[in-house]
């Protein structure tokens, strides 16, 4: 069982360049979630998708976007990066009437 | 707006050596807590959900219990393996968004 399957692994961006994030999850899950971890703030939330073709903003989401692909994928992209977003970015999944959520192993992102 | 605060930041024990990490929260309407383990490099793992005041949920050397007001990972003789940080979070209302603290990181020598 794959899970939840996030790429890249790691990636260095200089400021100002895009980048996508990827995550595909094999669970049959409805809902989506993206994510991200700093040292000293904890798991913060940026967009979640509840269901197929729904997205809505979480805690953080200013300097993403996000887009529900299908059932399995959800991908997040940043338009300009910044140093700010030098972070570690996991992707979540949950399945129906569920709360609890199944994480990928991450991708680690710096911003230079 | 649903807050979650875990102590200690940071807890070594010796190998056998039994403690206890707390998780004050404060939410909504308590729709479940939770409790994951973190291993560097990996993304969080599940341990527990609690529900309701009173709850209680063990695997293994691990035992969470629930009150109204904080939660409590209890971890008997661990062991070296049991080194990991631990991640508490609160889901309340009616969305299924989690609210996390900043983890407690958990040294166990051998």
């Known amino acids: 069982n794959a899970g939840v399957t996030q790429t890249p692994k790691f990636q260095v961006l200089k400021t100002g360049q895009s980048m996508t994030l990827q995550c595909a999850q094999d669970?049959?899950?409805?809902?989506m979630y993206w994510y991200r971890q700093d040292p000293g703030m904890g798991l913060r939330l940026i967009y979640y998708?509840?269901?197929?073709?729904?997205?809505d903003k979480g805690e953080v989401p200013n300097g993403y976007n996000v887009s529900r692909l299908n059932k399995r994928e959800f991908s997040l992209r940043l338009e300009s990066a910044a140093p700010s977003q030098t972070s570690v970015y996991f992707c979540?999944?949950?399945?129906?009437?569920?709360?609890?959520?199944?994480f990928g192993n991450g991708t680690r992102l710096t911003v230079t | 707006e649903d807050q979650v605060t875990q102590s200690p930041e940071a807890l070594r024990l010796q190998e056998g050596e039994s403690s206890s990490l707390n998780c004050s929260y404060t939410v909504s309407g308590l729709r479940g807590l939770f409790w994951y383990r973190q291993d560097p490099g990996k993304g969080p793992e599940f341990l527990f959900t609690?529900?309701?005041a009173g709850e209680e949920k063990e695997k293994e050397r691990l035992k969470a219990t629930l009150t109204k007001k904080e939660s409590f990972l209890h971890i008997t003789a661990p062991k070296p393996e049991d080194s990991a940080t631990y991640l508490c979070a609160v889901c309340g209302g009616s969305n299924y968004k989690l609210t996390f603290g900043k983890g407690t990181l958990l040294t166990v020598n051998p």
């Open positions: 979540a999944s949950s399945g129906t009437g569920k709360i609890t959520l199944h």
């Open positions: 609690l529900y309701s």
């Open positions: 998708s509840a269901s197929e073709g729904t997205t």
């Open positions: 669970m049959n899950h409805n809902s």
